[in-house]
Structure formats: structure tokens, C-alpha cells
């Protein structure tokens, strides 16, 4: 489009001025918060918790990204789980070349969907069958409506601090007391719509059996992030965990593994896999598309069978099992799934956990860390919490100057204390090391605050 006299409309990039390159992040900001609310497609990437300039992306490759002024970052977001062969893997950027050149999108069904489901149930021995969707909140939402429609039933359990995206019914916190069904946490929600989610304290075993008992004939479902990422990082209990399932078996309510950031990246059989426990349905999502667009919820063939066209329980996505995205994520599983892979990551996530741990110590600093596979969270506390009151016990300015210390030095965390952090493959010792030499200049400085 070329501006015309007294176009009113804004003039698309090219035709703005170049950026300097001390401003280039803020320019963008400003264009983007001009065009799309708060500047960002998803709120947690407009730093509002750490204050300051989001980064704009320009490129990434292996463990690194860089930004629209050139820095470069080592990269512990990963697109928030996906990126667990680091950026612009060879086989699967081979994979996503080819899959284009055959084409985006039919609408139809094609051989590597059958492919795709046919190698996530190889990995996940309590899935019979599988439903391919685009998105986590979209296989969460449906795992509950599944539930609900295979059990008859309407109430749901939900844990305050675990997030399983963000379909309304799911959009509640804890009412007055905990154990008490959910208000709100979104404007747009009607009470009526979370009226029959339970929002109960995680790892809280007596609460748990409490709600049971009052509500277990109506409950069709318990849904858990069984290693809590969005929390940072809060494992179940193993006896919570244990009770969750035996409660759920013994009133006919489904236990559902929200495994969309633990899925294959804690392990090849995820949070489930690290627990010892089978729930009835998983919901998968980030390192199965590779970076894709591409989640799933899977479970015994008799309930996944109630599913449209089997059953009644209706489900539909325009793009689910993209035929781009699935190639992403087979070429994803393919290299995940080679010998030694987790081992190799797990040991690179643990040394950068205790690295972080021996520099803080040093310096005086509460710290307290947890790591499982490629996913590793830490706190500025002196014990690891074991739910989401004391999690929110953290002192956010000095997790804020962390934060921006560690930005400054080219390192590049999640943006708020409640989320995880996410080792590759592509990652190096050097940068581990890196990591944790500028780690300690900052926590030098924390102790002095
Ligand atoms: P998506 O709809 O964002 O693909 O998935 C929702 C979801 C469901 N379940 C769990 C356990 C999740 O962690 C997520 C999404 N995770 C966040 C990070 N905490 C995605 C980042 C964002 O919201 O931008």
C-alpha cells in the first residue's frame, strides 16, 4: 500500500523511519501497543510483572535468540516449552521445508496425523487414542467437556496456581475459603459458568478428601498439573498425587493429567511417567508441535470414543493435525525419542539448578530450586514452596532486579516468578556456565539491597 496524502491510516513498516539501535525494542512497542492491546498476542510477553521494554524477536538459533537491536540472549523461555531441541533444529526445519512444498492446510485427514497419534500413544502407554488440536487451552477445554460428557457429571476440581489455559470454566480462583466452588478470575466469565469448579489448595491431602466427600457423586473430573509449572515449579506431593487418583477411582471421577509443559519435557512419559501415576486422559501440547501450533488429550478408547463423530460429546478445530505442524512435531518426537537424549538434558538442567543454587548460597542470598528433565524453576525463598500461597510469598522486586540483571547480561528468563524455565539440547555448558557467572554478580549486588 502506498501512503497517500491525508491517509489516515497508519504507513505500514517500511515506510517508517529505521530504528536506532539503543530504541529499536521500545520503537516497536510503541507501534505495537498502537494496533494490538498491550502491544503483545499473549499478556505474559509484555513484561507488565518485571516492568520494562519487551523484547522483540528478530531471529533465533540453537539456545539463542536476538532481538530487534541485535543482542543476543540465551534462551530459557523456549517459546515457553516447545523448543526443546533449541531453535532451527536441521531435521526439523527439513521436515517443515518439505511439509510446506506439499502444502498448509486441506481440512482433511492425511497419513501423518495417523503418524503423529501413532507416536504419541508408543510414548504415552495410558493413551488409547488421541485427539490433535491447535492449541493447550483448546485439548484442556475439551478434556473437560470430555469428562464431563462421558461422566454425566458437572462439577470439576481444579488447584489454586495451576493454569490449564483459558477457557472460562477454567478462568477461576479460590473462593472465600479455599475449598469452596471458584469465582472468576477473568472480567467476561458469569459466576454461573465456574459455579461448578472447585478450586482446592494444591498438595493439600485433607482438603482434597474433604471435597470428595461432600461432592464426589457429582464430580467428573479432577484436572492437575501434576509438576506444577505455572507455579514455577511445585511437584505433587507423591502421597497428594496418590490420593488424587484413588479419590477420583473410588467416586467414578476421572483424574486428567494437564501434562501441555510436562508433556516430554520432564521425561519421554512426562509428569505421569516421573509420578508413577495413570490418569484416565492427558492433555499434551508445546514440545509435540515443536513450535507448531499443535496440542492433543488422549485417553482410554472408551471414553475417547464418546467423542464426535463416535459419540456425543462434541469437538472440532478447522486446523487440528495441520499437516505443517504435525511434520514439526514428528521430527520433534523423532529426535526426543533417540537413546540418551533426556539423560543428556536432565544433567545440563542440574547443573545449571545447582550452579544457580552454589552462587546464591555464596552470596548469601535465599534460594531454592527443582529441576525435572528440561524444565527447572527456582525461588527467592529459603525452602521450595509447596503451593501457590507460598509461591506468591516471593519478594517480586528483588525477583524483578534478577530478572533485568540477568536481560542485561544476555540472559533471558521468563518475565514473572510464577513461570518455569526451559533447558535444549542446543544449550552448552558455556552458556550454563555463563548463566550462572552472571547469576552471581547480580545475586551480589540482591544481598546489598
Ligand atoms: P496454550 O493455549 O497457551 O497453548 O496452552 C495453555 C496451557 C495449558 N496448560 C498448561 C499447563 C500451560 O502451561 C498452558 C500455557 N502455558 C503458558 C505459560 N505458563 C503459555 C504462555 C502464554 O500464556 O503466553
Given amino acids: 500500500m502506498i501512503p497517500v496524502a491525508g491517509d489516515r491510516r497508519r504507513p505500514p513498516a517500511s515506510f517508517l523511519p529505521p530504528m536506532t539501535s539503543t530504541d529499536a525494542n521500545l520503537q516497536l512497542f510503541d507501534r505495537a501497543r498502537a494496533v494490538i492491546p498491550g502491544g503483545v498476542n499473549s499478556p505474559v510477553r509484555a513484561f ?14 540453537g539456545a539463542y535468540m536476538w532481538d530487534a537491536a541485535g543482542q543476543r540472549y540465551i534462551d530459557y523461555i523456549g517459546s515457553w516449552g516447545p523448543m526443546i531441541l533449541g531453535h532451527g533444529h536441521p531435521a526439523v526445519i527439513d521436515a517443515v521445508q518439505r511439509a510446506v512444498t506439499e502444502g498448509l492446510s486441506f481440512g482433511a485427514p492425511t497419513a501423518r496425523e495417523i503418524e503423529l497419534a501413532e507416536a504419541i500413544l508408543a510414548l504415552v502407554p495410558s493413551m488409547e487414542m488421541v ?9 484442556a477445554m475439551s478434556a473437560l467437556r470430555l469428562a464431563r460428557g462421558a461422566t454425566g457429571r458437572k462439577h470439576i476440581v481444579k488447584f489454586e496456581g495451576c493454569y490449564h489455559g483459558h477457557a472460562d470454566a477454567l478462568l477461576v480462583k479460590a473462593g472465600s475459603g479455599l475449598a469452596t466452588f471458584g469465582n472468576p478470575t477473568s ?59 484413588e479419590l477420583c477411582t473410588q467416586h467414578g471421577a476421572l483424574l486428567v493429567f494437564d501434562e501441555v509443559m510436562t508433556g516430554f519435557r520432564v521425561g519421554l512419559q512426562g509428569a505421569q511417567g516421573v509420578l508413577g501415576i495413570t490418569p484416565d486422559l492427558t492433555v499434551l501440547g508445546k514440545v509435540i508441535g515443536g513450535g507448531m501450533p499443535l496440542a492433543a488429550f488422549g485417553g482410554p478408547r472408551a471414553i475417547m470414543e464418546q467423542l464426535a463423530p463416535m459419540g456425543p460429546v462434541y469437538q472440532a478445530g478447522t486446523l ?15 529426535e526426543i525419542a533417540k537413546p540418551g537424549f533426556y539423560e543428556a538434558l536432565a544433567t545440563k538442567t542440574r547443573t545449571l539448578v545447582d550452579g544457580l543454587q552454589a552462587a546464591a548460597a555464596a552470596e548469601g542470598v535465599p534460594f531454592s530450586a527443582d529441576c ?22 516471593s519478594d517480586n522486586a528483588r525477583f524483578n532486579a534478577l530478572f533485568h540483571g540477568l536481560l542485561d547480561r544476555g540472559v533471558y528468563i521468563a518475565p514473572a516468578l510464577y513461570e518455569a524455565g526451559f533447558v535444549s539440547s542446543a544449550h552448552t555448558d558455556a552458556d550454563i556456565d555463563a548463566t550462572v557467572a552472571a547469576a552471581r554478580e547480580i545475586f551480589r549486588t540482591l544481598q546489598k539491597q
Avoid at 493439600?204 to 467428573?220: C, T
Avoid at 524453576?377 to 506468591?392: D, I, K, R, S
Wanted: aromatic share 8%.
Fill in 372 to 393: 525435572e528433565g528440561g524444565m527447572f524453576g527456582f525461588f527467592l525463598l529459603p525452602e521450595l514452596p509447596q503451593n501457590y500461597t507460598a509461591v506468591m510469598k
Fill in 131 to 139: 485427539r490433535l488440536v491447535s492449541s493447550g487451552t483448546e485439548a
Fill in 48 to 61: 507488565k510483572a518485571v516492568g520494562g521494554t519487551p523484547r522483540f524477536i528478530a531471529r533465533a538459533q
Fill in 187 to 245: 472480567a467476561g466469565v458469569p459466576p454461573e459458568v465456574v459455579q461448578h469448579t472447585l478450586v482446592l489448595e494444591y498438595n493439600n491431602v485433607q482438603q482434597l478428601e474433604e471435597a470428595f466427600a461432600l461432592h464426589g457423586h457429582d464430580i467428573a473430573c479432577l484436572m492437575i498439573e501434576a509438576i506444577a509449572g505455572n507455579m514455577n515449579f511445585v511437584r505433587a506431593a507423591p502421597e497428594f498425587a496418590r490420593r488424587c487418583r
Fill in 320 to 334: 487440528s493435525g495441520n499437516p505443517v505442524a504435525t511434520a514439526c512435531g514428528l521430527a520433534t518426537l523423532k
